[in-house]
């Protein structure tokens, strides 16, 4: 999720640089990729060559590209919520910040990328990095991972192993690409192994962000209602099609969940972003702190970068399944 920014405006992003550019781009191009294409929401992608300077306009994002050895093609990263995992810690340390919040045009066109990549398509518009369309009528193709995207074919878990499957095959580490979702669906296994044991009914809000006293909770489409089915339980909000929608205090109760996942953005720096915080209000208020689930406790806390598509999203999916263990509900 990314909260709002400065202009910029779009004459300046379409003043970018593409001289690096390794690629063109259609929208809703028919028929099979040709070899060297990746699609993204609509989009086919052809490479010519394996981009060489990358730019990730978030941590997710960063942290995926890390895990499939592609730090070396780099040429910036943007948006850090948090420390990055301590595994690309070194990797990530050698990576131009070309903002610590969300990048805008003008440091992104002196980046002169090849590539662009997102997990969210909210940060290709015109005030922002600028839109696809503008970037890629440069050169410059751009990426919006697959779990922001959803067509109805796959569940947000095998989206993020599409994500693998695409970034590796444009930047020519596909080997790493399968091994890492191998990996990956061995841990989803195991997870699913647990939930069959757990008691059913069990209903879970989780809260992701608050911002100006309105929280925003996971909705269908992102991962926290995947790990949700994943792990035998039911997402409270579940119903509304969107990843991060906005709700109120008064909705979370309503709902009335077993138990509240607060995800902790405690680097990120901006009021109410820690755990603590949230669950703060939560007692405070004077509806949701009647809630038996604030009121006796029945709260997990989670990274909140890692409910977010990225390679950290297993281990958010097993922390949930600790945590629903450690209340009781194992």
């Known amino acids: 999720m990314a909260f709002p920014v400065r202009l910029a405006t779009a004459s300046v992003v379409m003043a970018l640089v593409a001289g690096c550019a390794t690629g063109t781009s259609d929208q809703g191009a028919p028929g099979a990729a040709a070899p060297g294409a990746i699609e993204s929401c609509g989009k086919r992608s052809t490479f010519a060559a394996a981009p060489s300077r990358v730019v990730a306009l978030d941590q997710s994002s960063t942290e995926t590209l890390l895990a499939l050895g592609a730090g070396a093609k780099m040429a910036g990263t943007a948006n850090l919520k948090t420390k990055v995992s301590p595994e690309h ?6 990576i131009p910040v070309l903002s610590p919040k969300v990048l805008t045009a003008e440091p992104l066109r002196a980046a002169n990328p090849d590539f662009v990549t997102a997990s969210f398509k909210e940060l290709f518009t015109a005030d922002r990095a600028g839109t696809r369309d503008e970037l890629e009528a440069l050169g410059v193709p751009t990426y919006v991972s697959a779990v922001n995207c959803p067509d109805g074919t796959a569940d947000a878990f095998e989206r993020l192993f599409r994500d693998y499957e695409n970034l590796g095959k444009a930047l020519g580490v596909a080997d790493r690409a399968g091994e890492l979702a191998t990996a990956q669906r061995a841990l989803l296994a195991e997870a699913r192994g647990k939930a069959a044991k757990r008691p059913q009914g069990l209903k879970v809000a989780w809260v992701y962000s608050v911002f100006k006293d309105v929280p925003y909770v996971a909705g269908r489409t992102g991962m926290p209602s995947e790990m949700s089915r994943i792990s035998g339980v039911t997402n409270v909000f579940d119903d509304i099609d969107q990843e991060w929608p906005e709700v109120s ?26 755990a603590d915080e949230k669950l703060a209000m939560m007692r405070a208020h004077p509806v949701l702190s009647n809630l038996p689930a604030v009121r006796d406790g029945k709260i997990i806390k989670l990274p909140g970068i890692e409910l977010d598509a990225s390679v950290r999203t297993v281990n958010a999916l097993r922390a949930f399944g600790s945590g629903l263990d450690a209340l009781g509900h194992g």
């Open 249 to 274: 205090w008064e909705a979370i109760a309503d709902r009335a969940p077993d138990v509240v996942v607060i995800g902790d953005l405690s680097e990120r720096g901006n009021p109410g972003d820690t």
């Open 89 to 94: 810690a070194a990797e990530y340390a050698k």
